[in-house]
């Protein structure tokens, strides 16, 4: 089988100079020009590997880096012109598996791909999964839109966010703390009202009856988990 | 005399206290010190007589300088020169206490006004000396210690006006650093990203064509080497343009002026335009023959080519006209196209260095500096650029120069080469 990249950048010339060289290479190329785009692209056609540059319109790569980690763990190479260190820590921490600065040689980013592919082989396969489904809820991972029977329901990106750590950790319970941690960042860990706000929030838009609710359900005197279902 | 500082306005009695409590409206609601005072000197004259008020502050140097000063009653009718006190604001100012003097002008055996009671009292926020203010009153009676209760207690609230204005002033300095700060980062961020970007071309189709493990066929590798060329030029032209607008925001780029003829100079201008741009359809419409300009050809070519260049970019299938005209004293030039327009909350940024139109960004290569060149060099020339746009009709920029004196209302010889325009004769 081919091995698919997606190829993500503004600027035609960068697209048309990855996909000479990669597909003298063998491989085939996917192209997106914003992170929007790129999103999409993951999702619909799981590429093996996404070269993400990062100034971009619409979403730029960290953005874009962040979204695609909640649902694929598919390998991305950030290639910017950003070359400070706190922008290549930022794209590592979103999840980047490599980074290559601009300008870079034809030669360098040949041996980068290689190098990443091989490790990813030895890693195992993409995981990707773009639909949650949790009883009359859904959840679309890749455009990061939540539906109740059928039915889109508006969360805020703390919702969302909130939402997305119980998913992620189905059938576990989470600690407020660790949520907050997650959610909100270090210096909330401690912030539980703001926890008991969203969390009702989300019920009143999610649950049939928020007051006994089959989706985020608490376990008193240790957190909140989304309980596995019984289909 | 110096008076002990008392400054409990609970002693006052109920008279004074309810100007007191007017005073503190007052001051709460105006935030001019002039207004501030005027109100202040209203308000206190029924329970506080006095002939003259005045406000000195600290000067730049080490001097204090009267900031406000009004003539009340009889001060009105007085030498104003003599009534200001000069001697206890500084005498105030140096001590930081409140002080009480008299002062016994010419004359001051036969007229009672001719003595001068002075109050000076220090205008404080926490230990810094904002100022003084100064009191007086002509003829007496001396200020009694209640009067000087009250009138501490307004210095006290002038001193907070000071003080409120003082902040002011240092959080607006504050916002403009930190407005130039962030307009040096965004400077030094685009400047790095343009530059980056054609040398990113060049050095990774470079390297693509040197692959040794692969030969491009001859179609590709001339797509590359014209990507590389192209490339070259584009950074060429961003460091010329960076040099030239560091030039003309520094002044030091040369300027050669001479008189220019500018029918014959714009007709010029479209032959060339024309060779260089074969699909740009340039209409010249000369109203007026008989203008010239004192201009440096060069650069004036520069803008125009820069304009027509721009309605090449950003109004591809548009025709362009070219047109001269005259307004009282004034050259105008109009390059006029019926392309797309520019929306309407970029016209006010067009000529900021490194702005773009988000949305001609990504589609279309440009620095942001052409249009930022373009009116600093009419600006060197004395002259305006504008810029007046409907969307979905077109954009018209606007170039007013200020025309030759000599030349004006004069017409040309008719013998005189048309196409000569850095010589033309008046």
Known sequence: MTTKILVVDDEPRYIRLMEANLISEGYQVLKATNGQEAVEMVAEHRPNLVLLDIMMPVLDGFGACERIREFSNVPIIVVTAKGEERDRVRGLDLGADDYIVKPFSATELLARVRSVLRRAQVSGSVFQQTIFKHGNLTIDFARAEVFRDEKMVFLSATEYRLLLQLARNLGQVLPSEQLLVDVWGPEYHEDKEILWVSISRLRQKLEDDPRNPIHIVTRPGLGYILPPLQE | ?426
């Open chain 2, 1 to 426: 005399m110096i008076v002990s500082e008392i400054t409990d306005p609970g002693t006052l009695p109920p008279k004074e206290l309810e100007a007191v409590y007017a005073i503190a409206r007052a001051v709460g609601q105006s935030m001019n010190i002039d207004m501030a005072l005027d109100e202040i000197s209203l308000l206190t004259r029924p329970v506080f007589i006095f002939d003259s008020i005045i406000l000195y502050l600290p000067t730049n140097g080490n001097g204090l300088e009267a900031a406000y000063a009004r003539l009340i009653g009889r001060g009105q009718s007085a030498e104003g020169d003599q009534a200001w006190g000069e001697s206890i604001s500084n005498e105030t100012f140096q001590t930081g206490q409140v002080i009480m003097r008299s002062e016994k002008l010419d004359g001051w055996e036969t007229d009672r006004l001719r003595t001068r009671y002075y109050l000076g009292l220090p205008l404080r926020i926490r230990e810094e000396l904002m100022g003084t203010l100064v009191f007086c009153r002509f003829g007496g009676p001396p200020y009694t210690p209640e009067q000087i209760h009250l009138a501490e207690f307004i210095a006290a609230h002038v001193a907070q006006i000071l003080g409120h204005k003082q902040l002011i002033e240092r959080v607006g300095n504050l916002e403009a650093e930190k407005r130039l700060d962030q307009l040096q980062k965004d400077f030094i961020a685009t400047i790095s990203h343009e530059l980056n970007t054609p040398l990113g071309f060049i050095k990774g189709y470079a390297t693509t064509l040197l692959r040794t493990d692969i030969n491009w066929d001859e179609t590709t590798r001339r797509e590359f080497l014209t990507i590389i060329d192209e490339e070259a030029d584009r950074l060429r032209e961003l460091i010329d343009n960076l040099l030239d607008s560091s030039r003309l925001q520094s002044g030091t780029l040369p300027m050669q002026f001479q008189l220019v003829r500018m029918d014959s100079f714009l007709r010029d201008i479209t032959v060339r335009a024309s060779s260089r741009y074969k699909n740009l359809p340039i209409q010249l419409d000369i109203k007026k023959t008989d203008v010239r300009c004192q201009a440096d050809p060069t650069r004036l070519a520069q803008v125009l080519e820069n304009l027509l260049s721009n309605a090449v970019k950003y109004a591809p299938d548009a025709n362009v006209t070219l047109s001269l005209d005259t307004s009282p004293g004034k050259v105008h030039i109009a390059v006029q196209d019926n392309g797309p327009g520019i929306a309407p909350e970029h016209q006010s940024h067009l000529f900021g260095r490194f702005f773009r139109a988000p949305e001609d960004a990504s589609k279309v290569r440009g620095t942001g500096l052409g249009l930022f060149i373009c009116r600093q060099i009419i600006n060197a020339h004395g002259g305006e650029i504008t810029v007046e746009s409907t969307v979905g009709v077109g954009t018209t920029f606007h170039i007013y120069l200020p025309m030759d004196e000599k030349c004006e209302n004069k017409g040309i010889p008719k013998e005189e080469d048309q196409n000569d325009y850095q010589n033309p004769r008046c």
